[in-house]
């Protein structure tokens, strides 16, 4: 989506390994948040940004942290990957006001193999 | 927090109006419904969200009812493209902060 890009797009790695996604926004928008989809369940929370520096955890955060040094990027970061998070995770910016809801990225398919 | 009820699935022929209802009973009154959908292996995407009143653009329709405890969105000439997976969600106007939950959503196959 415009104004929202995930990289790298696609991951293979190894478990054990450490791995960093990002998403990155130009629309200067104030909530950042990270989501994982896996078949037979909905979009989940992994955690969320309210601002710089600012995070807080979702419904499946363990075994990921986050940090967010700029507006603009929103790292993940699986400390130690484990097969369990191969995932397609997705990245979506909010406003928060009414008008604007969530646009998310195109999303990271992550292997761990 | 207001959660949603979807169907699993639905399927509709080609042309034909789809109907994806959603129920929200205990919505708050500050809170709009929201629609995406998720076509294959993309990220969601909005469609349209509304607070009381009938809502339309370009892509859909938006029906809540009076006491705002179920919607229903229209998309009233369904083509093969409209495949996907149809989430309903509700969020303060001012929600930032507020994470709704998009759970498994409809997934909407349109036929031939």
């Known amino acids: 989506d415009a104004g929202i890009t995930q990289s790298p797009r696609h991951k293979v790695t190894e478990t054990g390994t450490p791995v960093t996604l990002r998403c990155h926004q130009t629309?200067?928008?104030?909530?950042m948040y990270w989501y994982r989809q896996d078949p037979g369940h909905g979009l989940r929370l992994i955690h969320y940004?309210?601002?710089?520096?600012?995070?807080d955890k979702g419904e499946v955060s363990d075994g990921y942290s986050v940090s967010r040094s700029k507006t603009e990027d929103f790292l993940l970061t699986l400390e130690s990957a484990t097969s369990s998070q191969t995932s397609v995770y997705f990245c979506?910016?909010?406003?928060?006001?009414?008008?604007?809801?969530?646009?998310f990225g195109s999303g990271t398919r992550l292997t761990v193999v | 927090d207001a959660k949603t009820t979807q169907p699993t699935s639905m399927d509709c022929a080609e042309g034909r109006a789809a109907n994806l209802p959603c129920n929200h009973s205990?919505?708050?009154?500050?809170?709009?419904v929201y629609w995406y959908r998720q076509i294959h292996s993309q990220g969601p995407q909005y469609i349209i969200h509304?607070?009381?009143n009938n809502e339309t653009n370009e892509m859909a329709s938006l029906i809540i009812t009076e006491d705002r405890k179920s919607s229903t969105l229209i998309l009233p000439h369904a083509t093969l493209r409209d495949t996907a997976v149809y989430y309903c969600?509700?969020?303060?106007?001012?929600?930032?902060?507020?994470?709704?939950?998009f759970g498994r959503g409809t997934s909407l196959i349109v036929h031939p």
């Open positions: 979506a910016i909010s406003e928060g006001a009414e008008y604007y809801g969530y646009t």
């Open positions: 629309e200067n928008h104030r909530y």
């Open positions: 940004s309210y601002g710089v520096k600012d995070t």
């Open positions: 205990t919505i708050s009154g500050n809170e709009y």
């Open positions: 509304g607070l009381k």
């Open positions: 969600i509700v969020r303060p106007a001012s929600g930032g902060s507020y994470i709704p939950t």
